[in-house]
């Protein structure tokens, strides 16, 4: 049994009125100084399956984001977070190529996480330019969907 469920489209930025991307590249640069790009438009599919045989029930989150660099000859990083109960099934950018760094990650503080951390780093070459990353994560285990932790029962 497989169910599509809480598809939704966030815009992250303004009505775009048909403006050319490098003018929206300059208003979003002067609005936010310190930021290399923006997420222009992000959309996230989750998906619920559940296993008859193993009576579990599975997440895979789909999403695509497309990025507006606002500054030319700059490095893009962002990072998508997993654990041992999930893993990043695919990650791709769609218009070049991107360095991928996987590892632990350890909040400072923290003596054991099973936390992990992948980092995408691609180059953006002139201001306006949208790139789309679009990636899919796996989770095993429904409980591990949020943040919030839940019971056996």
């Given at each position: 049994m497989?169910?599509?469920?809480l598809?939704?489209?966030?815009?992250?930025?303004q009505?775009l009125?048909?403006?050319?991307?490098?003018?929206?590249?300059?208003?979003?640069?002067?609005?936010y100084?310190n930021?290399?790009?923006?997420?222009k438009?992000?959309?996230?599919?989750?998906?619920f399956?559940?296993?008859?045989?193993?009576?579990?029930?599975?997440?895979?989150?789909?999403?695509?984001?497309?990025i507006?660099?606002?500054?030319?000859?700059?490095n893009i990083?962002f990072?998508?977070?997993?654990?041992n109960?999930?893993r990043?099934a695919?990650?791709?950018?769609?218009?070049?190529?991107?360095?991928q760094?996987c590892?632990?990650?350890?909040p400072e503080?923290?003596?054991h996480?099973?936390?992990?951390?992948?980092?995408?780093k691609?180059d953006?070459?002139?201001?306006g330019e949208?790139q789309?990353?679009?990636?899919?994560k796996?989770?095993?285990?429904v409980?591990y969907?949020?943040?919030?932790?839940?019971?056996?029962?």
């Amino acid at each position: 049994m497989r169910c599509v469920c809480l598809p939704f489209l966030l815009i992250l930025m303004q009505p775009l009125h048909a403006q050319p991307n490098s003018e929206l590249a300059n208003q979003y640069a002067a609005k936010y100084k310190n930021q290399d790009a923006v997420i222009k438009n992000s959309t996230t599919t989750v998906t619920f399956s559940f296993d008859k045989k193993e009576q579990t029930m599975s997440v895979n989150i789909a999403s695509s984001l497309q990025i507006l660099t606002l500054k030319a000859n700059k490095n893009i990083i962002f990072g998508i977070e997993f654990n041992n109960n999930s893993r990043i099934a695919r990650a791709k950018l769609l218009e070049g190529k991107f360095f991928q760094t996987c590892g632990d990650y350890r909040p400072e503080g923290i003596f054991h996480s099973d936390d992990k951390l992948c980092t995408y780093k691609f180059d953006s070459k002139n201001s306006g330019e949208i790139q789309t990353f679009v990636y899919e994560k796996d989770i095993s285990d429904v409980r591990y969907y949020t943040k919030q932790y839940f019971t056996e029962q």
